[in-house]
């Protein structure tokens, strides 16, 4: 089965679309970033209200906006690379926002906006048949195709499916798999933060003992030498 050679930028455009809403989506929530969006001084974004409740949460005491208590700093872990971010006593307005992904962003959803289905009526036709176009899925050989093509043509004998429909299957496979490798990741962090704590308090509990010894040898040294 071949395709009209409209079909490759078509595709190329699609790619480019899906593989820009990749780098717009907060790690979050998983959502596309919802303005305005603040930059870490890590380099990463986040949405502004995603960044205060991460702070919110590891900062439970830091009095808010509009408190008449004057508020002090926090700090926090960037949840895609665990860099600390240490803020001031503006907590997350004090972060920069990052206007170029908030223009980015109103792009992107012009550019989605755009009525595809007519561009893909005209370019994605079969050549085979070329007043057919290519609106069924065949399974077994995991190709577009038209309904000609299954009639009378090499898939005659296959299992088809509307094409949208295997879109959206596959769409939704494809994000409920980023959806458990990020949840996974979450756990991995967690853990990885939980160890950190564990070592830093055997770290301290290891200098208070020296510490202590320490002064045990001198009070014994003291106690043994004087009169």
């Known amino acids: 089965m071949n395709f009209a050679v409209g079909l490759k930028p078509l595709l190329a455009e699609a790619r480019n679309m899906e593989s820009l ?10 959502e596309m970033f919802t303005k305005p969006v603040v930059i870490l001084p890590c380099q990463h974004n986040l949405c502004r209200k995603c960044a205060n409740d991460v ?25 895609s690379c665990r860099h600390e971010v240490v803020l001031d006593r503006h907590g997350v307005y004090g972060l920069q926002r990052n206007l170029l992904v908030e223009n980015i962003i109103d792009i992107y959803k012009q ?31 995991e190709a577009p195709t038209c309904s000609l093509c299954k009639v009378f043509g090499a898939h005659k004998d296959c299992e088809v499916a509307p094409l949208p429909a295997v879109y959206q299957r596959q769409k939704s496979e494809l994000s409920d798999g980023i959806a458990m490798l990020v949840a996974g990741n979450d756990r991995i962090q967690a853990i990885i933060t939980q160890m950190e704590e564990i070592c830093h308090t055997i770290e301290v509990g290891q200098d208070r003992g020296v510490s202590l010894g320490a002064t045990l040898v001198v009070g014994t040294w003291w106690g043994q030498g004087s009169p």
């Open 111 to 141: 550019e989605s906006a755009r009525p595809l289905h007519a561009k893909a009526e005209q370019h994605l036709m079969c050549e085979e048949h070329e007043d057919e176009r290519i609106n069924i899925y065949c399974l077994r050989c």
């Open 55 to 79: 702070f919110q949460a590891s900062n439970p005491l830091w009095q808010s906006r509009g408190s008449s208590a004057v508020p002090s700093g926090g700090r926090f872990r960037c949840p």
């Open 21 to 30: 809403e990749k780098q717009l989506i907060c790690p979050i929530c998983l």
